[in-house]
T-cell receptor
Framework: EAQVTQNPRYLITVTGKKLTVTCSQN?????MSWYRQDPGLGLRQIYY???????DKGDVPEGYKVSRKEKRNFPLILESPSPNQTSLYFC?????????????FGDGTRLSIL | GQNIDQPTEMTATEGAIVQINCTYQ??????LFWYQQHAGEAPTFLSY????GLEEKGRFSSFLSRSKGYSYLLLKELQMKDSASYLC?????????????FGDGTTLTVKP
């Protein structure tokens, strides 16, 4: 089944403790992206990757890192999480960025930073 | 979302037709997309528009007017399961290829 898989689905942690949220897709998609979703603020793009070893900042990249060493994986790294990074995070992928290539989203990761 | 405006909430009756509007103040995008998001779940793709006009897809249709900076999603024969949030989004091209901007979403409640 074609899917985008995120782990963990839920995480409660403390300020400053490094964490990684993994994202994997099995559709051989070139494009991957991370978003955070907060009440009243919609989906905001954190980082995206057009292909392996190619990553770029979205609208809210501060406090986050990503890497794209393989096509299928696009982990999101919080080196020193803070409470303002408490949010619902979605990973998404698409074949490319063409007009007929919509994004497929993972089920989301709910992070709580205490 | 930045530069994309949608009504926050709408209510409609089962079996009716509802139109969800999206206005934007941005350019340089190659397509406008609509996604559906049920509470606690991931967004799922519904429809996209590249050219001006209406795209029909079963009970769902989407319209785009680039000159007016306006799009809408039309849902016909509403069902209870259509209660969800509907997100309008644009994808950019050229130097901004890869960037996406989403509206804050419109929460639709369908009542019996």
């Amino acid at each position: 089944e074609a899917q985008v898989t995120q782990n963990p689905r839920y995480l409660i942690t403390v300020t400053g403790k490094k964490l990684t949220v993994t994202c994997s897709q099995n559709m051989n998609h070139e494009y991957m992206s991370w978003y955070r979703q907060d009440p009243g603020l919609g989906l905001r793009q954190i980082y995206y990757s057009m292909n392996v070893e190619v990553t770029d900042k979205g609208d809210v990249p501060e406090g986050y890192k990503v890497s794209r060493k393989e096509k299928r994986n696009f982990p999101l790294i919080l080196e020193s999480p803070s409470p303002n990074q408490t949010s619902l995070y979605f990973c998404a992928s698409s074949l490319g960025t063409g007009v007929n290539q919509p994004q497929h989203f993972g089920d989301g990761t709910r992070l709580s930073i205490l | 979302g930045q530069n994309i405006d949608q009504p926050t909430e709408m209510t409609a009756t089962e079996g009716a037709i509802v139109q969800i509007n999206c206005t934007y103040q941005t350019s340089g995008f190659n397509g406008l997309f609509w996604y559906q998001q049920h509470a606690g779940e991931a967004p799922t793709f519904l429809s996209y528009n590249v050219l001006d006009g209406l795209e029909e897809k079963g009970r769902f249709s989407s319209f785009l007017s680039r000159s007016k900076g306006y799009s809408y999603l039309l849902l016909k024969e509403l069902q209870m399961k259509d209660s969800a949030s509907y997100l309008c989004a644009v994808r950019f091209y050229n130097t901004n290829a890869g960037k996406s901007t989403f509206g804050d979403g419109t929460t639709l409640t369908v009542k019996p």
